[in-house]
């Protein structure tokens, strides 16, 4: 199977800082990778790349076969390839209702430049009750994002990445501030995309939650990548061992 996105040799500096060194990463249809490695490693900053926020000083980086010119890369470009990114803080406006934020900045217009609000709401239902599984009598696309829990919003975030229609979902720290039982909502939604066919980068600190949703580790370190190793060939604590061994820690 071709890889939806190839990364090779891409190299990222902030003066006099590497923050990417030769970098070598594919990502293929239907598989979920758990970018994992301490603070600094370069997590961020290679998604960021990915999702055009940042611009590569060299490499090649080439999405569904199109090799991308590094130079004119943007998160507008990224997004026309099908490549979304739910960010930690997720963007959306807590007061505003739900069928605003799943179309900020991409709201359907009419030929007068005016919002189709009823084809937007009839949308944002369908986000709600047929991938967030939402069904209560009071969930409403007029209803205010406050009114949903720490899952929900993160599940209404990552709604939004599907519902138009990415083939690449980039999840930074998608876990952060969440109780146990919202925790397992988000993982339910991760699920969805797997089964959706997606392809999802997920940066997490929480191993035992990218474990359970992963199909394969990607471990940096200080820019680099040093190991891939697939779900399949490593248990949990065997996980922990090699990223404490890797941070000069002890168990």
């Known amino acids: 199977m071709k890889p939806l996105i190839r990364l090779e040799h891409i190299t990222k500096t902030f003066g006099r800082i590497t923050a990417l060194e030769d970098i070598c990463l594919e990502l293929h249809p239907n598989e979920v990778v ?15 790349i990915i999702a055009g926020v940042l611009r590569a000083d060299s490499g090649r980086l080439v999405i569904k076969e199109y090799e991308m010119d590094l130079r004119r890369y943007s998160v507008s470009r990224a997004r026309s390839f099908g490549i979304e990114t739910v960010h ?5 406006g807590d ?3 739900i069928w605003r934020n799943l179309f900020m900045g991409r709201h359907r217009t009419n030929r007068l430049g005016m919002i189709k609000h009823r084809e937007e709401k009839q949308s944002a ?9 939402l069904t209560g009598v009071g969930i409403h696309p007029d209803s205010p994002v406050s009114k949903l829990s720490g899952g929900e919003r993160q599940g209404l975030a990552i709604g939004r990445a599907v519902y138009f229609d990415s083939d690449i979902v980039i999840l930074d720290e998608p876990f952060n501030a969440l109780a146990i039982n919202e925790v397992q909502k988000v993982l339910k939604f991760i699920r969805r995309l797997k089964q959706a066919k997606k392809a999802v980068i997920i940066i997490s600190h929480n191993l035992q939650q990218i474990y359970d949703v992963s199909d394969r580790f990607v471990l940096m370190d200080r820019g680099r990548i040093i190991n891939h190793i697939m779900k399949s060939d490593v248990q949990l604590d065997d996980l922990t061992r090699i990223l404490m061994k890797i941070a000069g820690t002890t168990p």
């Open 34 to 48: 758990g970018l994992i490695g301490d603070n600094g490693a370069g997590k961020s900053t290679l998604v960021s």
């Open 95 to 97: 007061q505003q209702p």
């Open 125 to 133: 239902m369908a986000v709600l009750k047929d991938f967030m599984g």
């Open 88 to 92: 930690q803080r997720r963007a959306l």
